[in-house]
């Protein structure tokens, strides 16, 4: 059986967080996942998940400055990257996630990005450890953020076990490694043991994953027989109104 999550940073972003989980369960999802849900109240997220029963997978580290993308590699920016971690961790734990993706950012040719990025990823593993989640590092595709730190899955591979933290997983974003050399079945079987979630988006459009180039209804059951058991995120920018382009999911249920 395939599991989705819903990302609420897309889908039913209009409405207040605790409605759109309640959307997610009538629509059908056994799990949501956000992106900065900190202008919304925990307390009120935490009761709508109690209320529907599902899960809250995961949410970002702050984004910082427009284009930044992140703080985490960012030289000179070490307090504000330990404050936004720990901002995450601490509404992360309030609601009951599973995990925090600490953003890296985009550095450019600053030297240093990478090693400062490893420091701060030994930080966010040791509030994981306390806090009993996990730290996701997320691969994005040079086209939609030109200059991110790591691009590829294999790229965030090799970080993974620089720090060697067993805290410490990989988003697998089909969207993102479609982009950046495809080939998606092989790459996630060949990182499989590092692999902490799966997203997927139609590509090239990163909308509903009933058009485009990839044909998930038949990726996704296959990722799954590679050994993958947990849950696949919707993270697509919906053509229309979120629950207008939902058809795909009575497709994939049938897989």
Known sequence: MIRLSANLGFLWADRPLPDAIHAAKAAGFEAVECHWPYGEDAAAVARALRDTGLPMLGLNTAKGRPGEFGLS?????????????????????????????????????????MA???DNLIAACDLAARHAMTVLIEPLNARDVPGYLHVTVEAAAAIVRAVARPELKIMFDCYHQQIMGGDLLRRFEAHLGAIGHVQFASVPWRREPDEGEVAYDRLLP??????????????????????????????????
């Open 73 to 113: 590699a960012l030289p000179g920016r070490k307090s504000e990257a330990r404050d936004a971690i720990e901002q995450a961790f601490d509404y992360g734990a309030a609601i009951g996630a599973g995990a925090v993706h600490v953003m890296a950012g985009v550095p450019g040719k600053a030297p240093g990005a």
């Open 116 to 118: 400062i990025f490893h």
């Open 222 to 255: 296959l990722l799954r027989e590679a050994g993958w058991t947990g849950f696949f995120g919707a993270e697509y920018k919906p053509r229309g109104e979120t629950d207008l382009g939902l058809g795909w999911i009575e497709d994939f249920r049938r897989r």
